[in-house]
């Protein structure tokens, strides 16, 4: 068996054992967007970084109201939602140059929603071949950028 350590992973696993907290609200609520890692704020959404990305620029949107399905949700922020994904594709477009991208949203648990209470929208750019060995055998990812990097770059260009 192989193992690859990481034990930054320990203060997200302890937390989400804690309580029925939502960590989109308790982000939203802190005002410290570069600790939280949200790096742009609309009326009714907000932009965060996945904490743990599939690729570098891996970000949510995120609506502020804690709703768990698009049912749930008012017409302005679902409008808001995609208005804000069609802005970080070209945001995107431009700093990372991706070839594609994943635009998603999983509504409930059995969909694959890691917070499952709070809608929010996956926006990841793709490249041809960002699969590697790496992911594919040794099934562990490959980040190129650390996410410091990522929110200096994503909060610069979508607040200028």
């Known amino acids: 068996m192989d193992y690859l350590w990481t034990p930054w992973r ?23 967007d570069r600790k939280t890692l949200i790096v742009f704020r609309g009326k009714k959404t907000f932009v965060i970084l996945n904490r743990y990305p599939y690729t570098s620029g891996h970000v949510m949107v995120v609506p502020y109201a804690h ?47 890691g917070i499952a209470g709070h809608l929010h929208m996956h926006v990841l750019p793709r490249w041809i071949g960002d699969v590697n060995f790496m992911t594919s055998v040794g099934e562990t990812r490959v980040q190129p950028e650390d996410l410091t990097t990522t929110y200096e770059r994503l909060h610069a260009a979508l607040n200028p």
């Open 67 to 113: 709703q768990a399905t698009l049912g749930a949700s008012e017409p302005e922020t679902l409008a808001e939602m995609i208005t804000t994904a069609q802005r970080l594709e070209g945001t995107l477009e431009t700093l990372y140059h991706p070839q594609g991208y994943n635009v998603g949203i999983n509504i409930g648990r059995a969909a694959g929603a």
């Open 10 to 32: 320990y203060s997200y696993i302890a937390a989400g054992a804690k309580d029925d907290r939502c960590i989109f609200c308790d982000a939203a609520a802190a005002h410290d």
